[in-house]
C-alpha cells in the first residue's frame, strides 16, 4: 500500500453495524458493477473507495477485509479504466478548483457540489494510490482548507450544516475522513 493513505486504526463494531457496513460493501459492488457495465469509470472508482474506506474503519471477521481489498485491487487494475479514471479525475478537480476559487459565499447547492465533488476525489484518489498513481495537482489539504474557510463564514453557516445534513445522510461510509468536519 502506498504510504501516502493515512494508517487508520480499526475497531470491532457490533454485530449490527457490521451487517450494516457488509450491506453497504454489496451495493457498492452493485453500484460498482453499473458503472462498469455503463463505462462511467470514474463512479465505478467511487464505490470502491467507499469500499475502501469502510475496511480502514472497521475490522471484520474471518479476513473479509483482506478479501475486499483484494477485490477492490483486482477491480481498479484495468489500465485502460485507470487512464479514463485519471482524465476524470484531472477535470472534476480543476472544475471543483475554479468553483473554490470564485465567491466566499455560497448557496446550499453549491456547498453541496462542493462537498460531493470533494469526497468523490478522495474516494477514487484512494484507489488510485493503491496502484501507486498520484494525481500530481491533488492538495487534498488545500482544498479542506479553503472548505474551512467556507464553513467558517457567517454568511454559510445555514447553507453549509443544511448541505453537511444532506452529506451524512447520502455519503455516510466517506464521511469518516474529513478533518473540516469539526469546528
Same mark, same amino acid.
Given at each position: 500500500?502506498?504510504?501516502?493513505?493515512?494508517?487508520?486504526?480499526? +475497531?470491532?463494531?457490533?454485530?449490527?453495524?457490521?451487517?450494516?457496513?457488509?450491506?453497504?460493501?454489496?451495493?457498492?459492488?452493485?453500484?460498482?458493477?453499473?458503472?462498469? =457495465? +455503463?463505462? /462511467?469509470? $470514474?463512479?465505478?472508482?467511487? @464505490?470502491?473507495?467507499?469500499?475502501?474506506?469502510?475496511?480502514?474503519?472497521? =475490522? $471484520?471477521?474471518?479476513? /473479509?477485509?483482506?478479501?475486499?481489498?483484494?477485490?477492490?485491487? #483486482?477491480?481498479?487494475?484495468? /489500465?485502460?479504466?485507470?487512464?479514463?479514471?485519471?482524465? =476524470?479525475?484531472?477535470? !472534476? *478537480?480543476?472544475? *471543483?478548483?475554479?468553483?473554490?476559487?470564485? +465567491?466566499?459565499?455560497?448557496?446550499? +447547492?453549491?456547498? *453541496?457540489?462542493?462537498?460531493?465533488? !470533494?469526497?468523490?476525489?478522495?474516494?477514487?484518489?484512494?484507489?488510485?494510490?493503491?496502484?501507486?498513481? @498520484?494525481?500530481?495537482?491533488?492538495?487534498?489539504?488545500?482544498?479542506?482548507?479553503?472548505?474551512?474557510?467556507?464553513?467558517?463564514?457567517?454568511?454559510? #453557516?445555514?447553507?453549509?450544516?443544511?448541505? *453537511?445534513? /444532506?452529506?451524512?445522510?447520502?455519503?455516510?461510509?466517506?464521511? $469518516? =475522513?474529513?478533518?473540516?468536519?469539526?469546528?
Amino acid at each position: 500500500m502506498s504510504q501516502n493513505l493515512p494508517q487508520i486504526k480499526t +475497531e470491532p463494531a457490533s454485530v449490527k453495524i457490521m451487517k450494516i457496513r457488509q450491506q453497504q460493501i454489496l451495493k457498492s459492488l452493485t453500484d460498482y458493477q453499473e458503472g462498469i =457495465d +455503463e463505462e /462511467l469509470f $470514474f463512479k465505478a472508482y467511487v @464505490e470502491l473507495g467507499e469500499i475502501y474506506n469502510v475496511i480502514n474503519h472497521y =475490522d $471484520f471477521k474471518d479476513n /473479509l477485509n483482506e478479501i475486499y481489498l483484494n477485490k477492490i485491487t #483486482t477491480y481498479s487494475s484495468d /489500465l485502460e479504466s485507470q487512464i479514463i479514471v485519471e482524465e =476524470d479525475f484531472e477535470v !472534476r *478537480l480543476n472544475q *471543483l478548483l475554479h468553483i473554490l476559487s470564485g +465567491e466566499d459565499v455560497f448557496s446550499e +447547492e453549491e456547498i *453541496l457540489l462542493i462537498l460531493t465533488m !470533494r469526497f468523490e476525489l478522495s474516494l477514487v484518489n484512494s484507489i488510485l494510490l493503491l496502484h501507486n498513481k @498520484e494525481m500530481g495537482e491533488y492538495n487534498s489539504e488545500g482544498i479542506d482548507e479553503k472548505i474551512k474557510s467556507i464553513k467558517n463564514n457567517k454568511k454559510n #453557516t445555514k447553507s453549509f450544516n443544511t448541505a *453537511l445534513k /444532506l452529506m451524512y445522510k447520502n455519503w455516510e461510509v466517506a464521511m $469518516f =475522513d474529513s478533518p473540516w468536519l469539526t469546528p
